[in-house]
Structure formats: C-alpha cells, structure tokens
C-alpha cells in the first residue's frame, strides 16, 4: 500500500511537472502596482537575474488612458556591462488602458545567471499621457522562461518534494488512512 | 463498509492536498472577514470596501462555511488566515500550499465520506442487499464527478447534499424531522428544496394534504433562514436575483406579446404530476430516478457550471446499483462534463487545478482560445454539449414518464 501511495505521487508529480510550459517570474509581485506618467522621469528601469535558463520573453507594463497618448519611448534589455541584448521601439498607438509591451527576445541569447536590466526611455513627447506599471518604485516587468529543460523539470520535482517535506501531515494522512484500509 | 470508506479516504488525501481552485478558498475568506465577528455578510460586504466578489449565497451557507472555519484554522495553521487574502491568481505558488489545500478541503472531504455512508445505510434500510448498498456507496466515492468537483475542486455543493442525505435516512422513520433538515439544506443551496419537493409530493404513506404540509416545513424553515435579510435590497438584489438564482427561468418559449413558457419549470411540473399520479414514491429506485430526472432537466436546459453534476450522483448511485446497463448515462454525462470544462474560459477550471504541482501551468493558453485558433466554432461544439447533456435529461424525463401506474 505504501509503494502504492509512493508510486502513485510520484507519477502525478512527474506528469505534472513535465507538462510543457512557460514559468513566470515577476519582482515585487505582491506589491500594489502604480502608474506614473514617463514623461515625469523620462526612463525608467529595473535589475533582474535570470533565475532559469531559457528567457524568451518580457512583458513591460503600461497604461494609456482612454487611448488617447502617442508617446514614443524605447524598451532595451541590457547586461550589466552597458551590452544591448535586445531593444524595441514602441508608441502610445501600442498600448491599451492597460496593456504590456512584448518583447521577444532572440533564442538562447540570454543565460541563467545573467546580470540584466529593463530599461523603459521616454523618445519623443507628444501629449506626456502614457503611463508606465511600476510595483515598489521600480519598473514593473514579468520575465517568461522556457522551462521544458531537464533540469527545470527536475528543479520543479524537488521544489515539490521539498514542499512535501515541509509539510509532512500532507503524507502522513494517506498512509495512516492506507494502512487502516488494508487491516 | 468500512474498508471502502477507509480507501476512499485514502484516495481523497493523496488528490486533495496537491490540486487547487480558487471558489473554495474565497468562500473560507468570507468567514475571517471582520476578525471572524462578521454575521451578515451582505450587510458587511455591502457597507465596507472588500475587494471580493459579493456573497451570491443563502445565508446559512455563510453560517455552515463560519462554522467549518475553526477546523481548516486548526490544520491550516495561523498562516492560513493571510494566505485566504491573497489573490486567486498567485496563492497557488505559497510554500504551505499543499497543507492549505488539505485545510480547506477536509469538511469537504468528510462530508463525501458521510454521504457515502449514509448512501450505504439508506440503501440498507429500503431493502437492497449489503452488496447492492456497497455497490451503490461506492459508485458515488469513486466516480470521476464526484473526484473533479468535491475533491479536487472542493466546491461547496457538499455542504447542502450531505444534509440532505441525513434528511433522507431519517425519512421513513421522522418524516416531518427528515423535511425540516432539508429545510435546512435549501438554506445553503437552494436546490435541496427542490428535490424536497419532490420527495414531499410522493410520500406515499400520506395523504395530499400532509404531504402538502411536508413541503411547507421545508420551504418554511428555507423561508426562515432567509427572512431577516429578505427586506434589505442588497439581499434580494445579491442572493435572490443573482444570476445563480435566476438560470433556471431562462430557457423559454415565446408566446407573443413579450409572455414565455419557461422550459425547466414546464418540465418539472410535468414531472411532478407524472410522479404523483404513478405513486412513484412506493418505490426506493423510482424515487432516485425521479431526482436524477429532476436534476437533469434542471442541468439540461441551464447554462450549468460543470461541477454541478455532483448535485445528480447520489441518487444516479442509487440507481446505478441496481439497473447498470444505465451506466451509459453517467459516461455520457461525464464526457459532457469533461467537454464542458475544456471549453470553458476559465484556466482554473484545469490546468489550474494542478498549478501548486507546476505554477507555470497557468501559462499555457485556453483550450478554447488554441481551437479558435484551429478554425473551430467552439460556440458550436459548446452548444452540442449542452444539446447532449439535455438529450440525457429528456432520457430520464421519458423513463419516469413511462413508469407502470403502480
């Protein structure tokens, strides 16, 4: 029974973690998000680490209200060392009352570990209306990972197995449920 | 007996704790509100700034929720009062999601077991054999609906059906005692009163008049729970004519001049004259089939909520025990239900079930949205569910119909 039980988790947990799909990692996710105008400080930006190998895309949030501003700004994504990994150019026709601007970032240009910045620039005024996402006083981003590696697959097994772990009443009740049904 | 419960519970626990859906952990929220001391939660919701979604419940829903929230505090934890605050869309990713999953879920749980040994004993107890009663108890702990909606979903349904499965063991020996616990039921969803009703109606052993007054029991102790809030609009406008409420009165055919013959309640009414002159009631499985007929209609010509389908399996258990060449019904059902849910457009109704094993899952986009995508009328393909799971309904409606006079 308890091979059972074993067997069984250890299936789901594996099902479920090498189903495809795309983590998300977003700084200061639980802080209230604000609006400020870019035009108030022109650029805007924030310092992240890729925290898993395979960032494919950053998702910078904006707000254009009532969709009446035309601002034109520039989205870089730079390395710690001032080298551009990728840039776009974006105006006010791009956004909705409150929309991202998308960034796809070329295939494997980035590695894990690496020491990166967002970094949102204020081009052209024309009516200083858009608004840019911020959480925390810092410019508010979520960063896409492809994560179908093996290694986020096993990253995934051992970040529930230790969830498990720390929570061992989540393991016990089975068991003891299981043994009693047997006798 | 024992040995089925023990290993249905056993299942329960090695599912529940590792699935998630946000309905179950926002109606435990409703109960911390205003340090737990809250006790009108329309009057509360409606006079302070919450950001949820306001309380579409009957009252003693609220109460029976408040009630369960000591023991999902004392598994939980002091964490899980914060963790009932955040958002539907990031809890999923806390550290102690697992034990909140299992806090939150565990009266649920015991109440699937209890149903499914108070199924066991009312079988008993109208004549089946130890055998056909286990049969039957087991066909609702195992069966894949009753899985999605009350273990894995842990949807609040399980709140009014276990009382009225208490009503219904009490029923041949405290008849009026049987009527005012589904009084109670209805209380906290209202559908028990329907099938109250309906088991009020065909109760052989009375006579019209106190059958009559067996349906007033339910309907006034129903009545009771709700009329300290009936005058205040919020409650009305809330609870009596939110859209929960009102789905049964909008499948209709138009008569002219802006009057409609409204389908669900056309049907019922039939069903329940069809029931009464054929004495339906004398017999156990007539009866159930009677409710999963009642049911059926209801679900068929709703815009229903997959989960809701658990409302139809006790009585299909029942049934199912005795008759399995039916068994068809609740295949097909359950392949309406599996349709119905993939098609939905809501990710939390099943990739987000499994968010706390991989958070990433909520990534991936809509079913619905890829078939689009495809070229498909997902509104089409929606509309035959709904068209499959009616031609269930009229299944049921038709074997009640064509019951022997007794």
């Known amino acids: 029974m308890l091979s059972g039980i074993m067997l069984f988790w250890a299936g789901l947990f594996l099902v479920v973690s090498v189903i495809p799909s795309k983590v998300t990692v977003e700084n200061f996710r639980l802080y209230s998000t604000l609006f400020p105008n870019l035009s108030e400080k022109q650029k805007f930006e924030a310092n992240f680490v890729s925290i898993y190998s395979g960032l494919e895309r950053i998702d910078v949030l904006f707000k254009n209200p009532n969709l009446e501003s035309r601002d034109e700004l520039k989205i870089k994504v730079l390395r710690n060392s001032g080298e551009i990994v990728y840039q776009q150019d974006f105006s006010g026709f791009n956004f909705g009352d409150t929309s991202h601007a998308r960034l796809d970032l070329p295939k494997g240009i980035v590695k894990k570990g690496e020491n990166l910045s967002v970094v949102v620039e204020l081009t052209k005024v024309i009516d200083g209306k858009l608004m840019v996402g911020t959480k925390n006083g810092e410019l508010n981003f979520i960063q896409y990972y492809n994560s179908n590696t093996a290694s986020a697959v096993v990253g995934r097994m051992v970040n529930i197995l230790n969830k498990v772990v720390g929570q061992p009443i989540v393991i016990l009740l089975p068991i003891v449920f299981g043994v009693m049904a047997i006798w | 007996m024992r040995k089925i419960l023990l290993l249905a519970a056993t299942l329960y626990l090695l599912i529940a704790p590792f699935t998630y859906h946000p309905d179950n952990k926002l109606v435990l929220y409703y109960a911390t509100l205003g340090s737990g001391k809250v006790w009108d939660i329309y009057s509360y919701l409606n006079t302070n700034y919450d950001a949820a979604p306001k309380f579409h419940y009957p009252p003693m829903h609220y109460w029976v929720v408040k009630a369960e929230y000591p023991l999902v505090r004392l598994v939980g934890g002091k964490g899980i009062e914060n963790w009932l605050r955040r958002g539907a869309n990031e809890a999923f990713d806390d550290p102690n999601i697992f034990l909140y999953n299992l806090a939150t879920k565990l009266p649920i749980l015991g109440l699937v077991l209890l149903t499914g040994w108070l199924i066991f004993k009312i079988c008993l107890q109208q004549g089946f054999d130890n055998y056909k009663s286990k049969w039957a108890a087991a066909i609702w702990l195992f069966n894949p609906i009753t899985f999605y909606s009350a273990i894995v979903m842990g949807q609040n349904d399980m709140l009014a059906i276990a009382p009225f499965m208490i009503g219904w063991y009490l029923l041949s020996s405290n008849p009026w005692v049987a009527f005012a616990i589904f009084g109670l039921a209805g209380g906290i969803k209202t559908y028990p009163l329907i099938w109250a009703i309906y088991l009020a109606m065909t109760y052989y052993k009375f006579p019209l008049f106190k059958r009559i007054l067996l349906a007033t029991v339910s309907m006034g102790i129903y009545y009771l729970t ?163 799971a009616a031609a269930v309904g009229g299944y049921w409606f038709w074997k009640v119909l064509s019951e022997k006079i007794k």
Not at chain 2, 242 to 265: K, Q
Not at chain 2, 338 to 343: K, N, P, W
Request: proline residues 4%; hydrophobic residues 60%.
């Open chain 2, 226 to 388: 709700m009329a300290p809030f009936l005058r205040y609009e919020y409650f009305r406008t809330d609870v009596l004519y939110s859209g929960l409420a009102t789905r049964m009165f909008e499948a209709g055919i138009d008569i002219g001049l802006g009057d409609r013959v409204l389908i669900v309640p056309l049907l019922l009414g039939i069903l329940l004259l069809v029931a009464i002159s054929k004495k339906i009631g004398k017999s156990f499985v007539n009866t159930a089939k009677l409710l999963v007929a009642v049911n059926l209609i209801i679900l068929g010509f709703i815009h229903f909520h997959p989960q809701w389908f658990i409302w139809i399996v006790p009585f299909l258990s029942i049934y199912l025990a005795t008759h399995k060449k039916d068994f068809l019904s609740l295949w097909l059902l359950l392949g309406v239900m599996i349709g119905v849910v993939l098609l939905f457009d809501d990710k939390f109704l099943y990739w987000g079930l499994l968010s706390p094993l991989n958070n990433g899952l909520l990534n991936l986009p809509l079913i619905r949205d890829v078939l689009v995508a495809k070229g498909m009328d997902v509104m089409l393909l929606s509309n035959l569910l709904h068209t499959l």
